[in-house]
């Protein structure tokens, strides 16, 4: 029968005022009428009564709601305009009779939303925005990946590309891509450009037709094609001036001569910012490793994991021709996993923030309006006696809530947009071309929603309460807040403390970690480290002799140029490009069925390059002049990890001998292990490092390769030198990619640091904001029980019980919110493990730093109001009532 | 409420009350009968009809009739006049369905 009564609560009270008693009743004859038909009311006499009262309930409250707004419609347009513009004017008289307040929400609702509407711009760029090809969802990134290799992203070899794309049948078109960079001589000196290099379906791939001339056809891309090129819409209008003769004009690339075809629309830069697409004129015979991206379009309503099915089957029954297919296999991914995945719980993180920064300034405001619609709920009651509806009042509390929100989200909008402008503006060379944070309709659509959802927050429910005002109950003793309404507010109290420690932890994790990742020691010295980039075209320098030969003669001259203390020459630079090869030790076990076998970082350097970049060598000796001479054997030195996961069956690993072959025999070429070099966190300070080597780079000359230098002073005035250095041997040959590593180490650790501050900072937000509610709240009850406390302290209370008695109920309702936010943080970090690197996500040093803090924080705000009580006198605040 | 079709449950009630003054729960048992157990009308489906016949004028709230003293206290319900002509109308229609029915099957 409690249980009916209880059910019969869903009604409107009206309702159940007049058919409550019958409705009991009714039930207790159905009861007994069932029992005597079943003998027991079993759960499906609970089932269909509960599911009566509640369908019924629904059904009698839609009625009502139906009913109200039919009676506002009703009323004429201009009625109701009328009313909409009184609301408004009443709502702006409140404004400018209390600015402090009104100021106070408005700076509420302008934090909260602007950190909403900032967040939500970066969301939108990385997230939720389509590419700007046709039929986006069907683009995919191909890639291969071999795990055995320890490598999750391979990149892919030509001759399997070929055979995925002739036999598939679960993609419309697929292409590869490979980037690359060349001199260009259009008309004055030459340029570095860097180009993209294509196989000739990517039109068909991105359905994307050339905004001049035509694409290249299959023809062009076979290595004895016609040479031709597309020029980027930009690239065209800056070096050739927009100018549509273009078309058909021979230019140099690296020496050789190649035919403009076409120039590329502007969107095919969210592809590649490259300033030239060129066919990539391989055949599936020349093997040149895997080295490539790729892009596919599926079919219609094919899924990732069908197509990935067809590419594994025609891949794994290519092993009787290429057997190193047993180690790869394809992968299939969205563009955005592949490329933003790894920001995905970051920004979410960041969202999270955020909307709890709103959520606390919501409830802030919803305490605020509160507590003056009690201190108004006697205009409320004058206004319900001289004859009001309620649903005007209603209507006039959410107007003005809806004013404040207005303003306040103007406000909001303006600052998050231009927050997110200097937020979006460091981020975008984190990101792929084809992220872009333009503002679109979405976004529009988000700051409106959030606007109104807070609307909805904080005006709702004090509005009802107010309405609820009893029309007697006008004048005479000062309105104030029952029991009701105080539990209410404790919960808003306690409820605004959990969120801010839940969201202190998250932020107190992120930030420690940063902080710790800051302090890892990359491995080498970054502080005064330049380097830039030379390509020796192979027009002029035909073969490694030649390489060499210019090496030899470049490096003393830079020496010798005043500030620089020493310079290097390396194949990749610290936190730069991989280049991956297989060794094997002399003497190692094999490796049995199934065990990984590592890649190893593989970068030729010249001798200088230890002491130049600044890596520490634990054993032996650097190279020097006499390494890898023609009559001289080859050498390596060898990184810590490299000695760990090659070497850990010999006691010295010096002197060891390594073959770069992956079947060890007699006539193999063997190296000799010369030294023991530190780790370098080449992948990111973030990542862990792989085994590598470094080889002399008269061993192996590449075309391409950083020149580093170690600098006094300044850099710039160094590189002008360097510049007039290189002229001075190449006229031909330009420098390009200048970088120093301190910008670079910052680089690496950029995205991470930006998300970390922030959360950190909203989180302060979110302290400052929830220990403003504490204060108004606490403020407020002592205000209300002036009465209470002053006769106590007529009787006899001293100072010391009264503040101890307001302090402990306001660290009452704290202490719950700490528990509460506890619990919630334990549960929620687990989620950011993948995001942490230095710290663990049960970090005690967090979770204690920052409840202290927070109870520290919450007792000031307590203790201010208390001792405000004690200092009352009783005599004058009595007379006062 | 007039143009629409009855809901069934609202006829049911009607009929039930075509009889004599009823309280809720001999309504509920009769319509329990008249459909021969297939309608429980449970109570909030059945206030909410009461009062939604109540409001159309339909039927109207009366107090217990004389003779049963002991459900002095029970709130019994009365079909007006606009309700019986309603139910009238509403059976005849029936009665056109089910004959145009037997007519199509014969």
Same mark, same amino acid.
């Given at each position: 029968?409690?249980?009916?009564?209880?059910?019969?609560?869903?009604?409107?009270?009206?309702?159940?005022?007049?058919?409550?008693?019958?409705?009991?009743?009714?039930?207790?004859?159905?009861?007994?009428?069932?029992?005597?038909?079943?003998?027991?009311?079993?759960?499906?006499?609970?089932?269909?009564?509960?599911?009566?009262?509640?369908?019924?309930?629904?059904?009698?409250?839609?009625?009502?709601?139906?009913?109200?707004?039919?009676?506002?419609?009703?009323?004429?347009?201009?009625?109701?305009?009328?009313?909409?513009?009184?609301?408004?004017?009443?709502?702006?008289?409140?404004?400018?009779?209390?600015?402090?307040?009104?100021?106070?929400?408005?700076?509420?609702?302008?934090?909260?939303?602007?950190?909403?509407?900032?967040?939500?711009?970066?969301?939108?760029?990385?997230?939720?925005?389509?590419?700007?090809?046709?039929?986006?969802?069907?683009?995919?990134?191909?890639?291969?990946?071999?795990?055995?290799?320890?490598?999750?992203?391979?990149?892919?070899?030509?001759?399997?590309?070929?055979?995925?794309?002739?036999?598939?049948?679960?993609?419309?078109?697929?292409?590869?891509?490979?980037?690359?960079?060349?001199?260009?001589?259009?008309?004055?000196?030459?340029?570095?450009?860097?180009?993209?290099?294509?196989?000739?379906?990517?039109?068909?791939?991105?359905?994307?037709?050339?905004?001049?001339?035509?694409?290249?056809?299959?023809?062009?891309?076979?290595?004895?094609?016609?040479?031709? @090129?597309?020029?980027?819409?930009?690239?065209?209008?800056?070096?050739?001036?927009?100018?549509?003769?273009?078309?058909?004009?021979?230019?140099?690339?690296?020496?050789?001569?190649?035919?403009?075809?076409?120039?590329?629309?502007?969107?095919?830069?969210?592809?590649?910012?490259?300033?030239?697409?060129?066919?990539?004129?391989?055949?599936?015979?020349?093997?040149?490793?895997?080295?490539?991206?790729?892009?596919?379009?599926?079919?219609?309503?094919?899924?990732?994991?069908?197509?990935?099915?067809?590419?594994?089957?025609?891949?794994?029954?290519?092993?009787?021709?290429?057997?190193?297919?047993?180690?790869?296999?394809?992968?299939?991914?969205?563009?955005?996993?592949?490329?933003?995945?790894?920001?995905?719980?970051?920004?979410?993180?960041?969202?999270?923030?955020? @909307?709890?920064?709103?959520?606390?300034?919501?409830?802030?405001?919803?305490?605020?309006?509160?507590?003056?619609?009690?201190?108004?709920?006697?205009?409320?009651?004058?206004?319900?006696?001289?004859?009001?509806?309620?649903?005007?009042?209603?209507?006039?509390?959410?107007?003005?809530?809806?004013?404040?929100?207005?303003?306040?989200?103007?406000?909001?909008?303006?600052?998050?947009?231009?927050?997110?402008?200097?937020?979006?503006?460091?981020?975008?060379?984190?990101?792929?071309?084809?992220?872009?944070?333009?503002?679109?309709?979405?976004?529009?659509?988000?700051?409106?929603?959030?606007?109104?959802?807070?609307?909805?927050?904080?005006?709702?429910?004090?509005?009802?309460?107010?309405?609820?005002?009893?029309?007697?109950?006008?004048?005479?003793?000062?309105?104030?807040?029952?029991?009701?309404?105080?539990?209410?507010?404790?919960?808003?109290?306690?409820?605004?403390?959990?969120?801010?420690?839940?969201?202190?932890?998250?932020?107190?994790?992120?930030?420690?970690?940063?902080?710790?990742?800051?302090?890892?020691?990359?491995?080498?010295?970054?502080?005064?480290?330049?380097?830039?980039?030379?390509?020796?075209?192979?027009?002029?320098?035909?073969?490694?002799?030649?390489?060499?030969?210019?090496?030899?003669?470049?490096?003393?001259?830079?020496?010798?140029?005043?500030?620089?203390?020493?310079?290097?020459?390396?194949? @990749?630079?610290?936190?730069?490009?991989?280049?991956?090869?297989?060794?094997?030790?002399?003497?190692?076990?094999?490796?049995?069925?199934?065990?990984?076998?590592?890649?190893?970082?593989?970068?030729?350097?010249?001798?200088?390059?230890?002491?130049?970049?600044?890596?520490?060598?634990?054993?032996?000796?650097?190279?020097?002049?006499?390494?890898?001479?023609?009559?001289?054997?080859?050498?390596?030195?060898?990184?810590?990890?490299?000695?760990?996961?090659?070497?850990?069956?010999?006691?010295?690993?010096?002197?060891?001998?390594?073959?770069?072959?992956?079947?060890?025999?007699?006539?193999?070429?063997?190296?000799?292990?010369?030294?023991?070099?530190?780790?370098?966190?080449?992948?990111?300070?973030?990542?862990?490092?792989?085994?590598?080597?470094?080889?002399?780079?008269?061993?192996?000359?590449?075309?391409?390769?950083?020149?580093?230098?170690?600098?006094?002073?300044?850099?710039?005035?160094?590189?002008?030198?360097?510049?007039?250095?290189?002229?001075?041997?190449?006229?031909?040959?330009?420098?390009?990619?200048?970088?120093?590593?301190?910008?670079?180490?910052?680089?690496?650790?950029?995205?991470?640091?930006?998300?970390?501050?922030?959360?950190?900072?909203?989180?302060?937000?979110?302290?400052?904001?929830?220990?403003?509610?504490?204060?108004?709240?606490?403020?407020?009850?002592?205000?209300?029980?002036?009465?209470?406390?002053?006769?106590?302290?007529?009787?006899?209370?001293?100072?010391?019980?009264?503040?101890?008695?307001?302090?402990?109920?306001?660290?009452?309702?704290?202490?719950?919110?700490?528990?509460?936010?506890?619990?919630?943080?334990?549960?929620?970090?687990?989620?950011?493990?993948?995001?942490?690197?230095?710290?663990?996500?049960?970090?005690?040093?967090?979770?204690?730093?920052?409840?202290?803090?927070?109870?520290?924080?919450?007792?000031?705000?307590?203790?201010?109001?208390?001792?405000?009580?004690? @200092?009352?006198?009783?005599?004058?605040?009595?007379?006062?009532? | 409420?007039?143009?629409?079709?009855?809901?069934?449950?609202?006829?049911?009630?009607?009929?039930?009350?075509?009889?004599?003054?009823?309280?809720?729960?001999?309504?509920?048992?009769?319509?329990?009968?008249?459909?021969?157990?297939?309608?429980?009308?449970?109570?909030?489906?059945?206030?909410?009809?009461?009062?939604?016949?109540?409001?159309?004028?339909?039927?109207?709230?009366?107090?217990?009739?004389?003779?049963?003293?002991?459900?002095?206290?029970?709130?019994?319900?009365?079909?007006?006049?606009?309700?019986?002509?309603?139910?009238?109308?509403?059976?005849?229609?029936?009665?056109?369905?089910?004959?145009?029915?037997?007519?199509?099957?014969?």
């Amino acid at each position: 029968m409690r249980l009916y009564r209880f059910l019969l609560r869903l009604f409107p009270r009206d309702f159940r005022e007049h058919r409550g008693q019958e409705m009991e009743r009714l039930f207790l004859d159905m009861s007994g009428q069932w029992e005597r038909e079943r003998r027991r009311l079993g759960p499906r006499f609970w089932w269909a009564l509960m599911w009566d009262t509640a369908t019924e309930a629904l059904a009698e409250r839609l009625d009502r709601a139906r009913e109200a707004v039919r009676m506002e419609l009703s009323r004429s347009l201009g009625e109701q305009m009328s009313t909409l513009v009184s609301d408004v004017r009443l709502a702006l008289r409140q404004v400018r009779r209390e600015p402090a307040y009104a100021l106070m929400v408005l700076a509420l609702i302008a934090v909260g939303i602007a950190g909403n509407v900032a967040v939500f711009r970066v969301l939108n760029g990385l997230f939720l925005r389509p590419l700007p090809f046709e039929a986006p969802e069907q683009l995919v990134d191909l890639d291969e990946t071999a795990p055995a290799w320890d490598l999750e992203y391979l990149s892919i070899a030509y001759r399997d590309f070929d055979t995925w794309r002739a036999e598939n049948n679960t993609f419309q078109s697929m292409a590869v891509l490979d980037e690359g960079g060349g001199n260009l001589i259009a008309d004055g000196p030459p340029r570095r450009v860097d180009y993209l290099l294509t196989s000739h379906d990517i039109d068909d791939v991105l359905r994307m037709a050339p905004l001049l001339g035509r694409f290249y056809g299959p023809e062009e891309d076979h290595p004895d094609g016609p040479r031709a @090129a597309l020029l980027a819409e930009g690239f065209w209008r800056q070096e050739f001036a927009g100018d549509p003769e273009v078309l058909g004009r021979q230019v140099q690339l690296d020496g050789l001569p190649v035919e403009i075809i076409g120039v590329l629309p502007a969107r095919a830069r969210f592809l590649s910012d490259a300033d030239m697409w060129l066919p990539l004129r391989q055949t599936r015979t020349d093997w040149r490793g895997w080295e490539l991206n790729g892009i596919g379009r599926l079919r219609p309503e094919v899924s990732l994991e069908r197509a990935r099915q067809d590419l594994l089957a025609i891949h794994k029954g290519m092993i009787p021709e290429f057997p190193v297919n047993e180690i790869s296999s394809p992968v299939i991914h969205s563009f955005r996993d592949r490329y933003l995945g790894e920001y995905r719980l970051g920004s979410g993180f960041l969202f999270g923030a955020v @909307a709890i920064v709103l959520l606390i300034s919501c409830a802030n405001i919803a305490g605020l309006l509160f507590v003056r619609s009690l201190v108004r709920s006697s205009e409320m009651s004058v206004r319900l006696a001289i004859g009001a509806p309620r649903s005007r009042i209603v209507r006039q509390l959410l107007t003005e809530g809806m004013v404040f929100a207005g303003l306040g989200g103007a406000v909001g909008v303006l600052l998050g947009v231009f927050g997110s402008g200097v937020l979006v503006a460091s981020l975008s060379d984190q990101f792929p071309t084809w992220v872009t944070f333009d503002l679109d309709a979405r976004f529009v659509l988000f700051t409106v929603g959030v606007t109104a959802a807070s609307v909805l927050l904080f005006a709702l429910a004090p509005a009802v309460r107010a309405s609820r005002a009893a029309p007697g109950s006008v004048g005479g003793t000062r309105s104030t807040a029952g029991r009701a309404q105080r539990r209410w507010m404790g919960l808003l109290v306690a409820g605004e403390v959990a969120m801010a420690l839940a969201l202190l932890v998250v932020g107190g994790l992120a930030v420690l970690d940063v902080q710790r990742l800051g302090r890892v020691d990359p491995g080498f010295r970054a502080e005064g480290l330049i380097a830039y980039s030379l390509t020796l075209p192979a027009a002029r320098y035909e073969d490694g002799d030649a390489r060499t030969a210019f090496v030899d003669a470049y490096l003393p001259r830079l020496d010798a140029i005043p500030g620089v203390e020493s310079a290097a020459i390396a194949s @990749a630079m610290p936190l730069g490009s991989h280049w991956g090869w297989f060794f094997v030790a002399d003497g190692s076990p094999p490796r049995s069925e199934g065990e990984s076998n590592p890649v190893v970082l593989n970068r030729m350097v010249s001798p200088s390059y230890f002491e130049t970049a600044g890596v520490e060598l634990l054993a032996g000796r650097a190279f020097d002049e006499f390494d890898a001479r023609e009559d001289g054997n080859g050498v390596l030195v060898v990184n810590e990890r490299f000695v760990e996961t090659h070497l850990s069956h010999l006691d010295d690993p010096i002197g060891a001998q390594v073959t770069p072959e992956t079947d060890a025999r007699d006539d193999s070429v063997w190296w000799t292990v010369i030294g023991v070099a530190r780790n370098v966190k080449h992948y990111g300070v973030d990542e862990d490092m792989r085994p590598g080597v470094y080889q002399p780079f008269r061993q192996f000359p590449t075309a391409g390769f950083h020149v580093a230098l170690r600098v006094r002073g300044d850099p710039a005035a160094v590189i002008g030198e360097a510049r007039a250095v290189t002229a001075d041997l190449d006229v031909e040959l330009p420098v390009y990619d200048v970088l120093t590593m301190t910008d670079e180490l910052a680089q690496s650790l950029w995205t991470r640091r930006a998300t970390s501050w922030l959360i950190g900072a909203f989180s302060v937000v979110a302290l400052l904001l929830a220990v403003a509610g504490i204060y108004g709240v606490i403020s407020y009850t002592v205000a209300q029980r002036t009465k209470e406390i002053s006769i106590r302290m007529a009787m006899g209370a001293r100072a010391g019980d009264v503040s101890g008695q307001v302090l402990r109920q306001g660290m009452g309702l704290v202490l719950v919110g700490v528990i509460v936010g506890l619990l919630v943080s334990l549960v929620g970090a687990g989620r950011m493990s993948e995001m942490l690197v230095g710290v663990g996500v049960r970090d005690p040093v967090v979770y204690i730093g920052v409840t202290l803090v927070l109870v520290l924080v919450a007792a000031v705000a307590n203790y201010i109001p208390a001792r405000r009580a004690a @200092a009352l006198d009783p005599m004058q605040a009595l007379r006062r009532e | 409420m007039n143009p629409r079709p009855l809901k069934p449950q609202y006829f049911q009630i009607l009929l039930a009350l075509s009889r004599g003054d009823l309280h809720g729960y001999a309504i509920q048992r009769a319509v329990l009968d008249q459909t021969e157990g297939q309608m429980r009308l449970w109570p909030a489906t059945l206030y909410r009809s009461i009062g939604k016949l109540e409001e159309a004028a339909l039927i109207r709230s009366v107090g217990a009739p004389e003779d049963q003293s002991d459900d002095q206290r029970r709130q019994y319900y009365a079909l007006t006049e606009d309700g019986r002509h309603r139910l009238e109308e509403e059976a005849e229609k029936m009665a056109r369905w089910v004959r145009a029915v037997r007519g199509a099957e014969s």
